[in-house]
Each structure stands twice: as structure tokens, then as C-alpha cells.
């Protein structure tokens, strides 16, 4: 069952089949990114990121600045829209260990160019990590021809899965420490971690029904298609996103343009706190969304919302357009107060 659920994983991120095994599971993205991040530093290198990275990546290089381990160039990202891929050339050092980015916005939803950055990465020769939570399961990923060495994922967004699922794709060139150390089930004798995967970053009893729910998701998601699966979260998205830029007070952030983002749709009414707009929409309307900073207040400081906030609608393959009609009724009646 680990092993179908990995090779469904593998479709999904165009995972050669014979690396299979370099797709790890972990309890989250959070899990995942910290195995990539401390696994493959060392003291003096120098990482590359972005201004719209979540804490599950942004605390953990943090961390290791504050140590003084690393050095961390942060590439800008004004009004909460992608890096210029030329910020990320310009960028590098000799001492450039690793280039890290989401591949979409938890709070604006906009795809950074990931193709681009991972061309830059193959011709500098620096490892590539890409953080998925935001489009596994719901955008078409290609590790191979991306050049994405390591690709951290979450089970519980768009790939439908449980909560506590998750894992880590390490391509083989990469050698990177384990985060935990103990059993695997596999070559007990020796001291140490197994040096093969996934056993070297598989320490403990395993989230078996977590996989298994992950499994019975991904089979759903290869059935369905991500195309059919993005091309139905989209056009919500744009019918919600049109409808909120038409109700007087509401301010919209993040890219206008489909293409260039997520299913995800960040706004404001009025000055109203964030988490309040959410609470009324929870409480009368039925409809949830998340307010607030979303963790990652970076992108809240380029977008000037670090006080307010932001409302965020996030669209699932489940939603209609009954849904997204009451969503913009809902917001007009709050915005007429
Ligand atoms: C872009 C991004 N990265 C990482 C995470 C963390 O995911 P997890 O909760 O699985 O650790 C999230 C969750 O919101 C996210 O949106």
C-alpha cells in the first residue's frame, strides 16, 4: 500500500518509476520542508528565497541564519506577485547551497516561475527546493524537466488526502542527514540510519490509515484529471474573483490573471479586521474562509496587511457555482454594512 501510494505520487509529480523510493513520507509540508532544509545545509552556505514564503519554510531558514549557520538572500516580491526569475540569477554566490521556493502563495495565490528558477538552479548547479502545499494535486508538476530536487508536499490540501500526511521527493543526487534518527523496520543491527530510501527518512511507525486515505485520493485525483481538476477550480475562481471587483469597498491582492495563480482569492472589506469579516461569514452565512496573517507574514508585509490581515476564499475541487454566487452575495451585504 506504501509503495502504490508512492508510485500514484510519482504520476502526479512525473517521478521517474525507478525513483520511487525518493519520495518520503512525512507528517506534513512543515515535516518535509525542515527534512530538506536541515538535512542538506551546512555552516557557510548561502540560500536563496522569496518574499511570499510560508513559515513552514521561512522559520526554518530563520533559524539557521539566526544560528549563523547560513547566509539568506530574500528575493522581493512587490504587491505579492512572483519573483523576477533575473532577482534569482543575480543572487548567486559561490557559496549559493540552495534556492527554495513555494511554487504558488498561500495568501495571494501567485505561481512563482518555477520552471524558469529551476533552469537557473540546473545551470548553476545548485539544488532546488520547491514547496507543493499550495499546488500538489491541483497543477501539473514535473520534477524532471523542472529540475526540482527536492519537492516538499502536504497530503491535506490539494491532493485531498488526511491531515498528518505528507512527504519529501529527494532526487538521487542529492545526500541530505535524517531529521529523526531510530527503527525503520529494516536493518536493525547497525548504529546507524540506513543509508538507502525511504528507510533513511522513515524513523518510527509509519501513518498507515493516513496513507491509505492518501492512496484513495490520489487514485481519485489521477481519475479525474488535475486538468479537469484545475480547469474547474479556475473558472470559480474567476467568477469569484470578477464579482468581488465589482462590490464597492472590497480590495482585491494578488495576481488578476488565472494563469498566474491559484485557486485562491485574498481581499479586504472596507478597513474591517479580516477575522472579522470571516467570523460573519462563518456565522450567518455558513461560508468559511481563513483571515488573517495565514503564516506567512512576509507576503502580508509586501502587500501593506500586516495589521489588517486578509480574507481568503480558497476554492476545492468540491465547490459550485451556487457556492461562489453566495460567497459574493454574502460579501456585498457585509460591505453595505
Ligand atoms: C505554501 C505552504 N507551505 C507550507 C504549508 C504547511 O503545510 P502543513 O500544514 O502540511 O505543514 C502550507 C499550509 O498552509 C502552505 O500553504
Redesign the pocket.
Known amino acids: 500500500m506504501f509503495l502504490e501510494t508512492r508510485s500514484l505520487l510519482g504520476e502526479l509529480f512525473n517521478v521517474s518509476p525507478d525513483h520511487i523510493n525518493r519520495i518520503v513520507f512525512a507528517s ?3 515535516e518535509a520542508l525542515n527534512t530538506a532544509v536541515r538535512g542538506l545545509l551546512k555552516p557557510g552556505d548561502h540560500v536563496i528565497t522569496t518574499g511570499l514564503e ?1 513559515n ?2 521561512w522559520r526554518p531558514l530563520k533559524m539557521l541564519e539566526r544560528a549563523g549557520m547560513i547566509e539568506l538572500t530574500v528575493l522581493p516580491c512587490p504587491d505579492g506577485l512572483a519573483v523576477d526569475p533575473e532577482d534569482a540569477a543575480n543572487a548567486l554566490r559561490e557559496n549559493t547551497a540552495l534556492v527554495a521556493a ?1 511554487h504558488a502563495s ?1 495568501v495571494t495565490g501567485a505561481l512563482q516561475p518555477i520552471a524558469a528558477l529551476g533552469q537557473i538552479c540546473r545551470e548553476a548547479q545548485v539544488p532546488f527546493l520547491v ?1 507543493a ?2 499546488t500538489a494535486g491541483i497543477y501539473p508538476i514535473d520534477v524532471e524537466a523542472w529540475n526540482i530536487g527536492l519537492l516538499a508536499f ?1 497530503g ?1 490540501k490539494g491532493l485531498l488526502g488526511p491531515q498528518g500526511t ?1 512527504g519529501l521527493y529527494i532526487a538521487p543526487e542529492l545526500v541530505l542527514e535524517p531529521l529523526k534518527y531510530g527503527g525503520t523496520g529494516s536493518a536493525s543491527l547497525p548504529d546507524e540510519m540506513p543509508d538507502w530510501l525511504p528507510d533513511r527518512f522513515e524513523a518510527g511507525t509509519q501513518n498507515g490509515p493516513g496513507i491509505a486515505g492518501l492512496k484513495a485520493a490520489a487514485e481519485f485525483i489521477l481519475a479525474t484529471g488535475v486538468e479537469n481538476i484545475r480547469r474547474h477550480e479556475m473558472s470559480l475562481t474567476a467568477r469569484l474573483q470578477q464579482g468581488l471587483a465589482q462590490i464597492p469597498g472590497v480590495t482585491l491582492y494578488g495576481p488578476r490573471d488565472m494563469a498566474g495563480k491559484v485557486p485562491i482569492v485574498s481581499c479586504n472589506v472596507g478597513a474591517v479586521d479580516s477575522e472579522e469579516v470571516a467570523y460573519v461569514l462563518d456565522e450567518v452565512y455558513d461560508i468559511q474562509v481563513r483571515a488573517g496573517l495565514h ?1 506567512a507574514p512576509q507576503a502580508h508585509r509586501s502587500l501593506g496587511t500586516l495589521d489588517q490581515g486578509t480574507v481568503r476564499f480558497s476554492i476545492g475541487h468540491f465547490n459550485t457555482v451556487e457556492q461562489i454566487d453566495a460567497a459574493l452575495q454574502a460579501v456585498e451585504e457585509i460591505a453595505r454594512g
Open positions: 506534513s509540508a512543515t510560508h513552514a519554510l513555494a498561500n514547496d502545499a499550495q502536504t491535506h505528507g503564516c
